[in-house]
């Protein structure tokens, strides 16, 4: 139990920075400023980490990877449907 302790903290941690994202993205309807391809790369390598914690049998790796893949395709789909939203404020 102890050995996945700081796995979990960091796991809520990488979690917890895509939600203020997501909330600007609905409350101000503009994608202004992020860059498409930062999100992309970053839903590549949740991927990646999801793989990686399903082969070395690490719960808070797959957690995290799989929940912060999930969260970044809402961005993804966020920046798109916003684009066209973007004005200069």
């Known amino acids: ?5 700081f796995g979990w ?3 809520l941690c990488t979690l917890s920075y895509k939600f203020p994202q997501i909330y600007f993205f609905y409350k101000n309807k503009t994608s202004k400023g992020i860059s498409i391809l930062s999100l992309c790369i970053q839903t590549f390598a949740y ?4 793989i990686h914690g399903i082969i070395i049998n690490d719960y808070p790796v797959l957690a995290m990877g799989s929940i912060s893949f999930f969260l970044n395709v809402i961005l993804c789909i966020q920046y798109y ?5 973007n004005i200069i404020l």
């Open 9 to 11: 903290l960091a796991t």
């Open 81 to 85: 449907y916003y684009k066209n939203n």
């Open 1 to 5: 139990m102890y050995k996945y302790i």
């Open 47 to 50: 991927i990646l980490y999801g």
